[in-house]
Each structure stands twice: as structure tokens, then as C-alpha cells.
């Protein structure tokens, strides 16, 4: 199973962006979602995390209040907004289900990935 994700691209700063999880033959609301990132030069990081009770988490609090999470189970999609989009938020971002145990944040604790969705921030 190979999630899909959209909805990046190159933007402004302080503009917004809506990237999109999919999963054909996978239903996501089973599972909890997570996104991840990977800016340039760094390790992947959590982003944040929904539960199949739409629990959201955050990996630092300091995303919270500028990055949204939502699942729409109808439409099999998981969603990420981002405000007020920074230069330093430039980096590929990767949506993965189906938590096999472990810490939440961690990589290597989900079995189904996407190949990602590249976010560029420059003016």
C-alpha cells in the first residue's frame, strides 16, 4: 500500500498551504495518520499526529497554532495546512499510517509511507 501526497509546491512566505494524504486501497480512518518532514540537511521529524478519534498531536508545541491537522473520512484524505508559511519550513513533507508500536514521533514506528510532497518557502 503506498500513500499519496499533494499539494505542495513553491510558495511565498506568510503564505498558507493545504498538503493531502491519500491512501487507494487503505482506509485511512482506521489508522492513526502522522506527517512527517525532511528539511534540507536535517533528519525526518514528526509534524503531527491524528488519532482514529481525531486526537491531534504535536511533535513541538511550537507547531501548534500554525500547522492544522483533519481527516475527512468520506473522502479517504487526510489533510495539513500550514500558516504562515517560514522559509525554514522548506523541506519534502511525508504522510505514514499504521502505527506498529514504539515512540509516536518515531520513523521506524510506521509501516505505510508516501513518497512525499516537496515544500519550497522563498520569496
Known amino acids: 500500500v503506498q500513500l499519496v501526497e499533494s499539494g505542495g509546491g513553491l510558495v511565498q512566505p506568510g503564505t498558507s498551504l493545504r498538503l493531502t494524504c491519500t491512501a487507494p486501497?487503505?482506509?485511512?480512518?482506521?489508522?492513526?495518520v502522522i506527517w512527517f518532514r525532511q528539511c534540507p540537511g536535517k533528519e525526518r521529524e514528526g509534524v503531527a499526529r491524528?488519532?482514529?478519534?481525531?486526537?491531534?498531536?504535536y511533535f513541538e508545541k511550537s507547531y501548534k497554532g500554525r500547522f492544522f491537522l483533519s481527516r475527512d473520512n468520506a473522502e479517504n484524505t487526510v489533510y495539513l495546512r500550514i500558516d504562515h508559511l517560514r522559509p525554514e519550513d522548506t523541506g519534502v513533507y511525508y504522510c505514514?499510517?499504521?502505527?506498529?508500536?514504539?515512540?509516536?514521533?518515531?520513523?521506524?514506528?510506521?509501516?505505510?509511507w508516501g513518497q512525499g510532497t516537496q515544500v519550497t518557502v522563498s520569496s
Open positions: 505514514a499510517a499504521h502505527f506498529t508500536g514504539g515512540e509516536p514521533f518515531d520513523p521506524r514506528s510506521y509501516f505505510y
Open positions: 486501497g487503505l482506509s485511512l480512518g482506521s489508522y492513526p
Open positions: 491524528i488519532t482514529t478519534y481525531d486526537e491531534i498531536t
